[in-house]
Each structure stands twice: as structure tokens, then as C-alpha cells.
């Protein structure tokens, strides 16, 4: 018979887990204000996002003012080699939450547990490839990019650190993706936030305690993922709706899978190839250094800025896919393309209300990462130059999102690849050729983002896309218009 404590335990951990519930419950975005449910999931999935960027920005930060200036220019700029081969994963991701979010949309629960299970197997399976995929290409990128020669060390040390712990930070990011996939953004929010703070406290006891510098940072990162990637499985398999993961029900639905990898393999395409031109890009300017002492260092500074500056449009994407999918699967077209609009509206809003900030107080912010005076000279100028730029971003940020919620993943590819690859790299062959100074290379960047909202508001115009039906019998069914439900 249990005792009177034990009963009192045992209420206590059913109110903390309720209230976890509560903050983390699925979101049918099939009805309702369109504004509020957008607003809804992205705030905590921003800050979820803004958690997770922590972790390499922390990384940068300790090293920079730790370390040494040669170690903050290693960890700071060994991002397009990472997103090289995560950004597959992400794409293949982004399919199995538009699949995932369609089923849930449509109310089929046997079909979105099939997704469910099939995209672990998914996950497991290509968490062991990445793993020595990674480790083994570490060398032949690093030699690709610039990097000075006393860089290259710790760029090595840290890359085959975090490789070696890879499938952590895919176990987490699926698992979320998951549970986006049907609205829920609060617990992945809240996972984030406690293995963040783990890192920055692992970050500081590994390099100011244990003295193990760029290893230390590197270590403090993939434990950090470890931990929340339990966090989120054990989410998943104590859940008792659809999206529930159990051990016995493992199984690869290999027409699933088909779906999944006709979404997500054109965004996975493009990702990786996007990534990889980026170390081209790299390689540009990192031989800047010889002539502009410390030039790389800011744009170590500028990229680790970037990215938060960024991060409001790409959140809000994810929430355009993740409204668009549902309401296609429930056969709402005319809901799902007013919340896209709306998505748009609310990037540029939030975009521009950061820029503000970010314009007039660039020096004291790249002063944050390092104190060096000349890095803090190039950090500054470049994120005046550029940061303008991120309103037009937000263009193809969003309609992209749009377009692979309701299935139609390979035209943004193609207009990705098109512009952020072949045009940027083209744009740099012929610009090299004209000047010798950095900053018409940085902005090879811009010019890609304007070219790109370009051409994907003018297929998102003209190309009927909220007719096109992933999910039922056929691989692509048209759904009829129907009345907006509020």
C-alpha cells in the first residue's frame, strides 16, 4: 500500500508534469486568430532558436576572451563546414515535419505515428553516417577555406570534437521538429534554455577551471546536446498522443518515407550546397587577413551577430511551414494563404525593429565578442553594410517556407541553389577580378538574398501552390478552395 509520502510525490510530479503538458500541448492552427497562433508558436520557438545559437556564439565568446585571438577565429568560422553536412539533415528534417504536420492537420493519427516512427529510423540511422562522414572531411574542408596556418589546429581539434557527438544535436533537433510539427514549440523551448545555460557553465569550468581551451569549449557543446536530446525522446515517449515514440513501433514506413524524402531531399540539396559555397566564400575573404591584419576576426564577430539578426525571419518561416501544412491537410487554402501573408508581415515588423539597435551600437556589440581594436573596426563596418539587407531576406525566408508546407520543396531549392550558389559564385569570380578590398566580396551575401525574394515572390505568385496536397492516396492530390474557418 503506498504511503501518505509517497502519494504526495507522486501529486507533486503530476502537477510538474501537467504543467509541462500545458506549456508544451499540440497547437491546431486549423482555427483561430491566424496573427495570435503565428505569434504564439514563434515567440518560444524563437527564443528556442536563440538558445541554441547560444551554444557556438558562447563557444566564440570564451575562446575569444579566454583563449586566444587564433582560437576565436577558428571556432568562430568553422560554420559553413558544420551546416555542410547538418544542413542535409535539416533539410530532410524540414520533410518529415511537413508530412508530419499535413497528418496532423488532416486528423489522421495512424498515418502521423507511422511519420513519426519512420523519421527516427531516419534519424538514428544517419546520425552514425554523419558522425564518421564528418570526422572524416574535417581535414579536406579546413584546407579548402583560407584559414592562416596557426588556425588551423584548433579548427581540427574542435570540428572533430563536435562531429564525434553529432547525433545528439540530430536526435534534439528531430525530436523538436516533432513536436513543432504539431504546434508545439513551449517544451523545446524549455530544453533549450537548461542545456544552453548547461553549456555556458560547462564552457567556463572546461577553459577557466580545467585549462582545456578549444577542447574544453568543444566538449561543453556536445554534452549539452546529449542532454537535451534526452530531454526531448523522453518528451516523446511519455506522450500519449499521436506523436508518442515507442521502442516496439520502430518500424520505417518506406511510402512515408517517400514523402518525406520528396519534400525534404531538395531542401536537404540545397542546404548542403549552400553551405558548402559558403566555405568558397570564406576562402575569399579569409585572405583578407594578410593584408588587413585581424579582418577575419571581424567577420568571425560580424557572423556570430548575423545570425541572431537573422534568426526572427527563419523562426517565422518554420511557423509558416508548420501553419501551411496543416491547413492544406484540413483543406483550407484560403486560410493557409493568408497566414503566409501575415507571416511576412510580422518578419519585416520584428526584422526592423532589431535593425535599429543593431546600427547604432555595432562597435560596442562586436566589442562584445572580442576587444581587439581592429577586429572591432571591421565587425562594425561590415554589419553596416550588410545588416540593411536582412528586410529583403525575409522575402524569400517566408515564401519559402510557405511553398515547402505545402509540399512543393524542390522550386525553392532550385531558386536557392540559383541564386546563393551559381549566382554568388559567379558574382565572386567577376568582382575578384575588378577590386582587391573586402567589402565588395562580403557582399556577395545581399546580392544572392535580393536575387533570390526576386524570383520566389514571383514563383510564389504565379505558381498555384496552395492547390498542391502532399498527403492521400495519390503523391500529389489538388485540393479544392475552401471557406477560412476562424
Not at 324 to 331: D, E, F, R, Y
Request: glycine share 6%; with cysteine.
Amino acid at each position: 500500500m503506498a504511503t501518505v509520502e509517497n502519494l504526495n510525490r507522486d501529486s507533486k510530479h503530476n502537477r510538474i508534469m501537467n504543467r509541462l503538458h500545458g506549456i508544451g500541448k499540440a497547437m491546431d492552427m486549423t482555427q483561430g486568430n491566424i496573427f495570435r497562433l503565428l505569434i504564439s508558436f514563434a515567440i518560444p520557438l524563437m527564443l528556442g532558436n536563440l538558445f541554441q545559437l547560444l551554444y557556438n556564439t558562447v563557444d566564440t565568446f570564451v575562446v575569444g576572451n579566454y583563449v586566444s585571438d587564433e582560437a576565436y577565429k577558428a571556432v568562430g568560422n568553422v560554420n559553413p563546414i558544420i551546416n555542410t553536412l547538418v544542413g542535409f539533415f535539416s533539410g530532410l528534417a524540414t520533410g518529415a515535419g511537413v508530412v508530419i504536420s499535413q497528418y496532423f492537420g488532416a486528423k489522421d493519427e495512424k498515418n502521423a505515428k507511422k511519420a513519426v516512427h519512420t523519421t527516427m529510423i531516419m534519424t538514428l540511422a544517419l546520425g552514425v553516417l554523419f558522425t564518421f562522414a564528418g570526422i572524416a572531411m574535417t581535414p579536406y574542408m579546413l584546407s579548402i577555406i583560407n584559414f592562416a596556418p596557426e588556425i588551423i589546429p584548433d579548427a581540427t581539434e574542435y570540428l572533430t570534437i563536435y562531429f564525434a557527438g553529432v547525433i545528439g544535436l540530430m536526435i534534439y533537433n528531430i525530436g523538436s521538429g516533432i513536436l513543432r510539427a504539431v504546434g508545439d514549440t513551449g517544451r523545446p523551448f524549455i530544453f533549450l534554455v537548461i542545456c544552453a545555460l548547461l553549456n555556458v557553465a560547462l564552457d567556463l569550468l572546461f577553459v577557466l577551471a580545467f585549462d582545456m581551451k578549444v577542447a574544453g569549449v568543444a566538449y561543453a557543446t556536445i554534452i549539452s546536446q546529449f542532454i537535451s536530446a534526452i530531454l526531448v525522446m523522453i518528451t516523446l515517449m511519455r506522450s500519449k498522443e499521436c506523436y508518442k515514440v515507442s521502442v516496439r513501433d520502430l518500424k520505417c514506413d518506406f511510402r512515408i518515407l517517400k514523402k518525406i524524402i520528396s519534400v525534404g531531399l531538395p531542401a536537404a540539396i540545397q542546404m548542403t550546397i549552400t553551405a558548402f559555397s559558403n566555405v568558397f566564400v570564406q576562402s575569399y575573404l579569409m585572405g583578407f587577413d594578410a593584408r588587413y591584419p585581424d579582418f577575419s576576426g571581424g567577420w568571425t564577430s560580424y557572423l556570430k551577430i548575423d545570425q541572431f539578426v537573422l534568426l526572427p525571419a527563419q523562426t517565422i518561416s518554420l511557423a509558416s511551414t508548420t501553419f501551411v501544412g496543416q491547413n492544406l491537410g484540413a483543406g483550407n487554402t484560403k486560410r493557409a494563404k493568408t497566414g503566409a501573408n501575415l507571416s511576412l508581415l510580422l518578419s519585416v515588423i520584428v526584422t526592423a525593429v532589431i535593425l535599429v539597435p543593431v546600427l547604432l551600437f555595432a562597435p560596442q556589440i562586436v566589442w562584445f565578442f572580442n576587444k581587439n581594436e581592429m577586429i572591432i573596426k571591421y565587425g562594425a563596418e561590415l554589419l553596416r553594410a550588410i545588416s540593411p539587407f536582412y528586410l529583403i531576406y525575409t522575402v524569400n525566408q517566408i515564401y519559402a517556407g510557405a511553398l515547402r508546407g505545402a509540399g512543393k520543396s524542390t522550386a525553392p531549392t532550385v531558386i536557392m541553389i540559383a541564386s546563393f550558389v551559381v549566382f554568388r559564385q559567379i558574382y565572386l569570380a567577376v568582382i575578384s577580378r575588378i577590386t582587391d578590398t573586402y567589402m565588395p566580396i562580403a557582399l556577395a551575401y545581399p546580392v544572392g538574398w535580393v536575387l533570390c525574394s526576386i524570383v520566389m515572390y514571383i514563383y510564389y505568385r504565379c505558381s498555384h501552390w496552395e492547390k498542391y496536397m502532399l498527403i492521400g492516396d495519390d503523391e500529389a492530390k489538388k485540393s479544392e478552395p475552401s471557406e477560412d474557418r476562424n
